[in-house]
């Protein structure tokens, strides 16, 4: 299906070393790898590529340094046709993720912001206008995402991974809110002001979440699929749990990215949310199946 509205993802762009390895290790330990890969990656970067992919036309805005790994941070969004117009070269290094992977395709990531830590108001706002389907996530400064949300002038994709403090009226403002179980469960503690995590299951976190005055929500779930909760005139959400596609996965890295992004170019072509979240299913599912984030992604649709 061709695009009809642009997606622009304000957000990070890094450079991914992944190691892999048997099995991760534990506090104070060290365990050999087998192998690394120096890789481009960052959840903006990311999911830009992915909407790109997904057939959307895209505009990533966003902040790279001046070192040698700004070239590889770039690379596929470049080659995908992303537009770049608005990315920011400055004088430092370039974001950096350290992630771990091991024989069950489980991860940890440690993330070192670099110039990514400039994109806050002052620069969003210097970018200028924020066109069709908005694409944020939680790896640029607090400021930075409020400013992008109120230059919008479509629909907000909300992804906030990692999860940070954001103002109610600000959360309130995706459509969809696009989260894991563990990322949904913060963000409700944070909208009731407890310091508890919530133990419900996912439709019924969803729900609340809606009750706080969000209008659309998906979880992702990993292997068990994803979840759609969408906020009626009454209140009550109407919820509807997608399957996983079944594979056999190898990396996880970057899915979730994979999903959001896909999840937005399928919006920006006029897709019901339930709709473009099956469809974003089965792309990241093709994701798994290979080690890295961008480089997993599918470089054609003809499978989906």
Not at 220 to 228: C, D, H, W
Not at 297 to 302: G, Q
């Amino acid at each position: 299906m061709a695009s009809t509205t642009q997606v622009t993802i304000v957000g990070s762009s890094n450079v991914d070393i992944t190691a892999l390895m048997t099995r991760l290790p534990g506090p104070g330990e060290t365990v050999l790898a087998d192998s690394y890969r120096l890789t481009p990656g960052g959840k903006g970067a990311n999911q830009a590529l992915a909407a790109a992919l997904a057939g959307a036309r895209t505009e990533f805005i966003g902040a790279v340094g001046n070192d040698p790994h700004a070239e590889i941070a770039l690379g596929q969004l470049a080659e995908a046709g992303v537009v770049l117009d608005r990315v920011m070269h400055l004088d430092g290094a370039t974001g950096v993720a350290i992630i771990s992977v091991d024989a069950r395709a489980e991860n940890s990531i440690a993330v070192i912001s670099g110039a990514n830590s400039s994109m806050d108001a002052a620069a969003v706002t210097a970018a200028g206008a924020l066109e069709g389907v908005l694409v944020l996530q939680g790896e640029i400064p607090e400021s930075g995402i409020r400013a992008a949300i109120d230059a919008a002038t479509g629909p907000i994709v909300l992804n906030l991974a990692p999860v940070i403090d954001l103002d109610r009226d600000y959360l309130c403002r995706a459509n969809p809110l696009v989260v894991n179980e563990h990322e949904a469960a913060l963000i409700l503690a944070q909208l009731e002001g407890s310091k508890e995590l919530s133990t419900d299951p996912e439709p019924v976190i969803a729900q609340r979440l809606c009750d706080e005055g969000i209008a659309s929500v998906v979880i992702t779930l990993g292997g068990e699929g994803a979840l759609v909760a969408v906020r009626g005139t009454d209140g009550a959400a109407e919820i509807t749990t997608l399957p996983a596609v079944k594979v056999t996965a190898v990396d996880t890295t970057g899915a979730g990215d994979a999903f959001t992004g896909a999840l937005a170019a399928r919006l920006a072509a006029g897709e019901t949310l339930i709709e473009a979240a099956g469809f974003a299913g089965r792309f990241a599912a093709l994701t798994v199946q290979e080690h890295g984030a961008q480089a997993s992604y599918p470089r054609s649709l003809d499978n989906l």
